[in-house]
């Protein structure tokens, strides 16, 4: 449980920092454009730069729960049960709650303090991070965390890193000793 635990904590949040801009620019160009693939070459080199350092200050903690709600899916989980798809799910709730907690933070910092801006940033900044621009980001966060809990655990899965069988209660009840077991 420990291993997976720490697989998701280590690789997780670099995961979803490497996708994340990536899926906001595809995601916010119109569908018609020719030039979002190129777009999305670009923003791989600006999302590897800049979000990781961000991606593992916000991200390690739901990371690891990520990692934590996965081991104990597949310690519970039937044998045949989808444990890439499920820790894609997990990933994906665990972002968008990451994404809920951030956006109450930042209300709460609206609320809480006042900053005098001109009025023309002002109406930059409601541009920028309400309507659809928002949805896109959310909606990338939320792609990001489930690509990343998609990839940790297909890479669990590689190295055979495993907690299946670890809640079995179908095991048989040990005999005392000296007693027949008929």
């Known amino acids: 449980m420990l291993g997976l635990i720490a697989l998701f904590a280590a690789f997780g949040p670099a995961i979803g920092g490497a996708v994340f801009v990536p899926l906001a620019f595809l995601l916010e160009a119109p569908l018609a454009a020719g030039a979002a693939v190129h777009i999305g070459w670009i923003a791989t080199l600006i999302g590897h730069a800049l979000t990781m350092i961000p ?8 990371a690891a729960a990520a990692g934590l709600v996965y ?3 597949d310690a519970a989980a039937p044998e045949r049960a989808p444990r890439a798809l499920a820790a894609a799910i997990i990933g994906g709730v665990l972002s968008y709650g990451l994404y ?3 956006a109450a933070l930042g209300a709460s910092f609206e609320e809480n303090f006042s900053v005098e801006v001109s009025a023309t940033a002002v109406d930059w900044i409601d541009r920028a991070f309400s ?5 896109t980001l959310r909606n990338a966060l939320v792609a990001s965390g489930a690509v990343a809990g998609l990839v940790c655990a297909m890479a669990a899965n590689l190295i055979g890193l495993t907690t299946r ?16 077991s008929r």
Request: proline share 11%.
């Open 165 to 180: 069988g670890g809640l079995a209660t179908d095991r048989p009840a040990l005999t005392p000793p000296g007693s027949s």
């Open 131 to 135: 309507g659809e621009f928002d949805a």
């Open 55 to 62: 991606a593992y200050i916000v991200g390690i903690g739901p």
């Open 71 to 73: 081991a104990l899916w």
């Open 100 to 102: 809920r907690w951030l």
